[in-house]
């Protein structure tokens, strides 16, 4: 059970694109179409904003989206904002009843 | 509105045990797989254990599986994580996490804040 590989951080300024990677093994982003995203405030708790690779959690914005080619999924923001600023994990089932997570990617808007 | 309150989290020795437990409101409990994921101080989310709504399977990561037992119970709305044979790297803030469906694993619609073990001597 090695951890999903994501970049350690991106960036973009308020109004611009930016997409995070989150690559795994046929094992378990490539096996399943089970891949989900947190989205986690310094000093709080994750929230969920994407789940089962495409479908946006109840009250996330449509600038936050989904995909997944072959063992890499990906989760980009559109229309950057100040509160967009966090870290972000990927996760997916892995068989066997379990789940793994990336290692996070700190998104840091300029 | 869902609410997960973990309890338990204490300063512990290494070798020693120790059993964390989550109450559970504002959904069926009984219709939701549920999961422990914690998160090391400055460092990223690891899941740690799950069971599905009915406690017919469990999942263990390979740092916990032997040491670590996940169980429920329906009665109390209550999840449970028993921790034995503690090390040093388990430190962690614990979080008591709601799937979303009776057998749901790699998704956690709902998160407690957290209860904080430390292992150290």
């Known amino acids: 059970q090695s951890a999903l590989t994501q970049p350690r951080s991106v960036s973009g300024s308020p109004g611009q694109s930016v997409t995070i990677s989150c690559t795994g093994t046929?094992?378990?982003?490539?096996?399943?179409?089970?891949v989900s995203w947190y989205q986690q405030h310094p000093g709080k708790a994750p929230k969920l904003v994407i789940y089962?690779?495409?479908e946006r959690a109840s009250g996330v914005p449509d600038r936050f989206s989904g995909y997944k080619s072959g063992n890499t999924a990906s989760l980009t923001i559109s229309g950057l904002q100040a509160e967009d600023e966090a870290d972000y994990y990927c996760?997916?089932?892995?068989?066997?009843?379990?789940?793994?997570f990336g290692g996070g990617t700190k998104l840091t808007v300029l | 509105e869902v609410q997960l309150v973990e309890s338990g989290g204490a300063l512990v020795q290494p070798g020693r045990s120790l059993r964390l437990s989550c109450a559970a409101s504002?959904?069926?409990?009984?219709?939701?797989?549920m999961h422990w994921v914690r998160q090391p101080p400055g460092k990223g989310l690891e899941w740690v254990s799950g069971?599905?709504?009915?406690?017919?399977?469990?999942g263990y990561a390979d740092s916990v599986r032997g040491r670590f037992t996940i169980s429920r119970d329906s009665a109390k709305n209550a999840l449970y994580l028993q921790m034995s044979s503690l090390r040093d790297e388990d430190t962690a803030l614990y979080y008591c996490?709601?799937?979303?469906?009776?057998?749901?694993?790699?998704?956690?619609?709902?998160w407690g804040q957290g209860t904080l073990v430390t292992v150290s001597s």
């Open positions: 996490t709601k799937g979303n469906s009776h057998d749901s694993s790699g998704l956690f619609d709902s």
């Open positions: 504002g959904f069926i409990f009984d219709d939701y797989a």
């Open positions: 069971i599905t709504s009915n406690s017919g399977a469990t």
């Open positions: 046929s094992s378990d982003v490539g096996g399943y179409n089970y």
């Open positions: 089962d690779v495409t």
């Open positions: 996760c997916s089932y892995a068989g066997g009843y379990n789940s793994l």
